[in-house]
């Protein structure tokens, strides 16, 4: 069994309309034990901040434990299944088009080209080490943002006095 030094976690602040998810408001992984307990009463400070802000909608605290791998362990596993995938789409379409019926004015020619094309220029960027994809960021906060923005609506409520 992992002590708990060596176990990574995850603090994550979540704004909710309704039952969904609609913003990650903190985000923070590689986390320990300790500094997760050290700052506890900082991530409880954020929630509130968050429910300052968003006074309607559900806040959330999560401490998770941190199971995805790392930023760039994520990106070579990735790179290497969409590698894999835009293969065998390419396979795929040339098979297609050298059954594809041909019609008169070349529509179906036009279609099924630039298809390959777009497929091959993806694999080659993909080949070349351009990430092309999504990647989950390390950390996020955006309560700073929310800070200033409650800051601004206090000073306009001076200036109007």
Known sequence: MESLDVRKYVVKIQLYQGHIVDKVLYYKRQLNYNQ???????FNLLRSIANLAFPKSKVELKILDDT??????????KTINL????????????SEYKTAWKDMFGEVDKHYRSEIDKTEKELNDLQNGKVIFWVMPEYINMIKKIINDLKQIENDKETKN
Request: charged share 45%.
């Open 83 to 94: 590698i894999k995938g835009k293969k065998r789409r390419l396979t795929q379409l040339n």
């Open 36 to 42: 997760i307990k050290r700052f506890e009463w900082y």
């Open 68 to 77: 995805l791998p790392l930023k760039d362990d994520y990106i070579r596993e």
